[in-house]
C-alpha cells in the first residue's frame, strides 16, 4: 500500500558527492519522521540521518558535517545531500518513514524502501 522509492545512487570518487531522494506515495495521512538507514556488506544496517515533518533532523556522528537532510512536506520526498564521501559510506542505503495511513493512531507504522547502491571508489 505505501511505497518508498529512493532514487541517487551509484559510483563516485573519493571526496565527491550525492544527492539521494526518496518518495512515499500510496495512503497517507501524515509523516512522523523520514530518513536514512545504510548497509554495508557483512554489517548491521546503521542509521544516517532522520528529519521530522517539521524539518528537526538528527545525524550518525560518522557523517555529521559532510551530509545534510531535508524534506518537502508537499512531495512526501526526502533527501540526502551527501558531500565528502569516503571509501567506507559504500553501502546500500535505505529509506525510512514513520507514518500514518489514516487519521487513527493505530495506523502509525514503519516503512522501508528497497534500497539504492552508493559506491565510493577511485
Known amino acids: 500500500q505505501v511505497q518508498l522509492v529512493e532514487s541517487g545512487g551509484g559510483l563516485v570518487q573519493p571526496g565527491g558527492s550525492l544527492r539521494l531522494s526518496c518518495a512515499a506515495s500510496?495512503?497517507?495521512?501524515?509523516?512522523?519522521?523520514m530518513g536514512w538507514y545504510r548497509q554495508a556488506p557483512g554489517k548491521q544496517r546503521e542509521l544516517v540521518a532522520l528529519?521530522?515533518?517539521?524539518?528537526?533532523?538528527n545525524y550518525a556522528d560518522s557523517v555529521r558535517g559532510r551530509i545534510t537532510i531535508s524534506r518537502d512536506n508537499a512531495k512526501n520526498t526526502v533527501y540526502l545531500q551527501m558531500n565528502s564521501l569516503k571509501p567506507e559510506d559504500t553501502a546500500v542505503y535505505y529509506c525510512?518513514?514513520?507514518?500514518?495511513?489514516?487519521?487513527?493512531?493505530?495506523?502509525?507504522?514503519?516503512?522501508w524502501g528497497q534500497g539504492t547502491q552508493v559506491t565510493v571508489s577511485s
Open positions: 525510512y518513514a514513520d507514518l500514518q495511513t489514516t487519521s487513527l493512531r493505530s495506523t502509525r507504522n514503519d516503512y
Open positions: 500510496g495512503s497517507i495521512f501524515s509523516i512522523y519522521v
Open positions: 528529519i521530522t515533518s517539521g524539518g528537526s533532523p
